[in-house]
């Protein structure tokens, strides 16, 4: 129960002062249980001040069983150095590989999409649990996960046993963002670990890259996520790259592609399958290691790299925002912020729910 409740108490424990001079000017001691009435003076103060204690306490066990929810400060009490501790490890790590920050905040989309953003694709599989890492989106794709074990080290050291790594993952990727130019926000935390994963709900939850606009509208709604969500989070795609193996049929197959665009790819992509599919392209062609708007002018030009992506831009209902990302980058900036704390809020283990874990490959 401390666990749960150390950051509520921890702001309000500094309000016992203020109790102590309300309790040492009050005469009358007729709001005090009648046993301690009659304590002396220095009791009645001790005793005042518990029953104080004990009914923040109280109300704080409470209201936190009732509706635990994520804040932005949550840890500023418990693990104030959490930020320094993230980025001492996180930023090395995109500075000596870029790439890496697209990794960590495709980790962060592919955990919430499966079970809400509960660390469970950070689990490897064992005994008695298939992990969600050799699902079909992830296996021979998601990456990044040493550079989590090292963030979660670090924080480790700073504050043991207190940050999930549910929420080291959600401020890792913020900070991924921002290093590689994009928007900052202020990350809500509180999040805890689960203790299972979902090989299945990774199969069938992660929106694949041969989805139309209906299913990936379809897909984001069933996370609370609106088109419009959908349109601002896929600009994720400004930045990493992805395998022949799923962009194969788009170069080889589609009509809603730019001719050139396609030849140039198909260079590096073999047309059967199994060969070469594990060959790497770009998202966004100009800049794939800066977070800004090029990935919606590609779009526009019929130069996705991903049959999905060009289905934000195809003739349908998601066109006059594909442009107005174009057309201003404040514009997919803000919407992408908005987005990411949304996605951030799906179905997070709070309160006594899950566990922290020490290490985010297993449970504790």
Known sequence: MADVHRERFSSYKYLLPAFDRLIQKTSSRHYLPSYLANAPHCDYIMAARAVVLFSLVLAL???????????????????????????????????????????????FFHDCFVQGCDASLLLDDAPGMQGEKNAAP?????????????????????????????????VAAEE???????????????RRDSTTA????????????TSGLANL?????????????????????????????????HIYNDTDIDAGF???????CPRATGSGDNNLAPLDLQTPTV????????????????????????????????????????AFFKD???GMIKMGDVAPLTGSSGQIRKNCRRMN
């Open 138 to 170: 992830n296996k021979n794709s998601a990456r990044g996960f040493e550079v989590i074990d090292a963030v979660k080290a670090a924080v480790e050291r700073a504050c043991p046993g207190v940050v999930s790594c549910a929420d080291v993952l959600a």
């Open 198 to 209: 979902s090989f299945s709900g990774a199969n069938n939850d992660i929106p694949p890259p």
């Open 176 to 190: 991924s963002v921002v290093f590689l130019g994009g928007p900052s926000w202020e990350v809500k935390m509180g």
């Open 61 to 107: 066990v409470i209201a936190g069983s009732a509706s635990a929810q994520l804040s932005t400060g949550f840890y500023s009490y418990s693990c104030p150095d959490m930020l320094t501790a993230v980025r001492s490890a996180l930023h090395p790590a995109i500075a000596r590989e870029r790439r890496v920050g697209a990794s960590i905040v495709r980790l």
């Open 291 to 330: 977070f800004e708007n090029a990935y919606y002018k590609n779009l526009v030009q019929k130069r996705a790299l991903l049959h999905s992506d060009q289905e934000l831009f195809n003739g349908g209902a998601a066109d006059a925002q594909v442009r107005s990302y174009v057309s201003s980058q404040e």
């Open 217 to 249: 509208t379809s897909l984001f709604a069933a996370k609370g996520l609106s088109q419009k969500d959908m349109v601002a989070l896929s600009g994720a795609h400004t930045i990493g790259l992805a395998r022949c193996t799923n962009f194969r049929d």
């Open 262 to 268: 396609a030849k140039s790819r198909q260079s590096n």
């Open 336 to 338: 992408f912020v908005v």
